[in-house]
């Protein structure tokens, strides 16, 4: 005979049931730009008019964290970082020149996790770094890799981009008629369709991908080029910006003067593209091509969101956007990104996650934070090792108590720490900085040398790593075949796959 408490049980074991079955069916959009700083019109990084509609709507539908850090300044590490859930100091992932897989063949990444609790996981674009051997075929179940046929910057190197169309370089390079400045740092228009665009193309696939019925939970990433160098959109997004109306950040002549030397470093690192720029009298054309390209990279998120919205599976998917890390566009006397200052760190995150609340949260996150958010979310159960930590409490409540800073991590030693009011910088030398962002949110002043701040230095510096990880071994120590993708490690011998799995 049943009782009614064990009825009661029974219910509420049924209840919770249910519950797990929901959430492990929840269906996650995945979409990541790139060198995208906090100019977007929701973040007000921009003193002057910037148009990101769509953007701006996801962040008025979910939760806008508007003091969102990246892991590490530069592409690789910083995607390395969020796929893993681990930051540089703990893998010695330090820069462009690591292979993850290789060195990391047993980790479980993101999409690897979702795919290993029943999801159907795909994607476009760039979410791994997109040179050859980061974004390995066994993440995906299918994914449509950048082509860059139409990209000069990807002809010199097949081993790094196997895939690119050889031949010159497009009619009219280079756009900018500034030839000095290379392959890479070039902007204008291409002459080819906009449909041929390699962001149009990953777009479309997210598109197309939402219009198929699923019979699966899916994992979906679409990851979005622009505005990544160089800067070739349609024409319609320069003529968006007036070259009359476009605002230059400030950038005091004195601003370098209270820096360390190692400060100084980064800021002078690939400076003779910021003179070359200013010398031929081009810096507004320069910014006008990056907010053209924000605006092109808006409105591709904008064609995936309709997509979604148009579907049925809308009221059961989260939708995640982020961007890999900053800008400086003269900021600090600086040209790109590579630096710890807020220019560099500071990205756009929002999450709009099924029946969270909207609203904006102004505490620290770092970009570490999605995989555990997002495994939260979805209740994957792992096990495994990862350096961030879930933001559904703010998800719940912005305003919950929220102790943690975000820490970014550039070469070995050099981190920054961003609270709420401060951010704290301590190099590899022992050297610091420190600014204000309630007084001075340019970072323009250093206190650092200010007694008075021992203590807050105190505080925020333990948050930075005791022991680093030695470098991993870089791109030399492998042989790869891009055509297998398969690593051998040339002292070891050890042959590594990443070929999709069967």
């Not at 890479?184 to 696939?205: F, V």
Request: proline share 8%; glycine share 6%.
């Amino acid at each position: 005979m049943i009782t009614i408490s064990t009825r009661l049980i029974l219910a509420i074991l049924l209840l919770t049931a249910a519950g797990h079955l929901h959430a492990a069916q929840t269906n996650v959009l995945f979409l990541a730009v790139d060198d995208m700083k906090d100019w977007v019109h929701c973040l007000g990084g921009y003193e002057g008019t910037v148009q990101t509609p769509n953007i701006d709507r996801l962040a008025k539908r979910g939760m806008l964290f508007s003091n969102a850090h990246c892991a590490s300044p530069v592409c690789a590490p910083s995607r390395a970082a969020i796929m893993t859930g681990r930051r540089p100091s703990s893998t010695g992932l330090y820069n462009n020149g690591h292979w993850w897989l290789p060195n990391y063949p047993q980790i479980v990444t993101m999409p690897v996790d979702f795919r290993n609790h029943g999801y159907h996981v795909v994607g476009a674009g760039k979410i791994f770094h997109h040179t050859a051997g980061n974004n390995p075929p066994n993440q995906w179940d299918d994914f449509l890799p950048l082509r860059f046929s139409n990209d000069p910057w990807f002809r010199s190197s097949k081993l790094n981009y196997p895939w690119s169309v050889s031949g010159p370089n497009p009619d009219g390079f280079p756009f900018s008629g500034l030839p000095r400045l290379g392959h890479e740092n070039d902007w204008g228009s291409l002459k080819i369709p906009d449909a041929d665009y390699d962001d149009a193309r990953s777009a479309e696939y997210a598109i197309q991908f939402l219009k198929t019925e699923q019979e699966k939970p899916f994992f979906l990433a679409c990851g979005i080029f622009r505005p990544h160098l160089p800067w070739y959109v349609p024409g319609k997004y320069f003529d968006l910006y007036p070259l009359d109306d476009i605002v230059l950040p400030p950038v005091p002549d004195n601003d370098l003067n209270d820096l360390p030397p190692a400060a100084l470093k980064l800021a002078a690192a690939r400076r003779g593209d910021l003179i070359t720029i200013r010398e031929a009298g081009q810096r507004r054309q320069a910014i006008q091509a990056y907010l053209a390209s924000i605006s092109y990279a808006d409105a591709q998120l904008g064609r995936v969101l309709e997509a979604l919205k148009k579907s049925p599976l809308a009221a059961n998917t989260i939708v995640i956007l982020w961007s890999d890390h900053g800008w400086h566009l003269g900021e600090k006397q600086h040209w790109h990104k590579s630096t710890l200052w807020e220019e560099a760190t500071r990205v756009p995150l929002t999450i709009d996650a099924p029946g969270q609340p909207p609203g904006v949260c102004h505490r620290p996150v770092s970009l570490l934070d999605i995989y555990p958010t997002l495994q939260d979310l979805c209740q994957l159960k792992t096990g495994q090792k990862l350096d961030g930590v879930s933001l559904t409490p703010l998800l719940r409540d912005p305003a919950t108590t929220w102790d943690r800073p975000a820490v970014t991590e550039f070469k070995l030693g050099n981190a920054a720490v961003r609270s709420q009011r401060y951010r704290y910088i301590r190099y590899q030398d022992g050297s610091e900085e420190l600014y204000d962002h309630q007084v001075d949110p340019q970072e323009w002043v250093n206190l650092a040398n200010d007694n008075k701040y021992r203590q807050i230095k105190r505080e925020l510096g333990n948050w930075i790593a005791k022991d680093w990880a030695p470098s991993a071994p870089t791109k030399q120590a492998f042989s790869f075949d891009p055509q297998s993708y398969t690593w051998t490690h040339k002292k070891t011998g050890r042959t590594i796959s990443g070929k999709q799995a069967n």
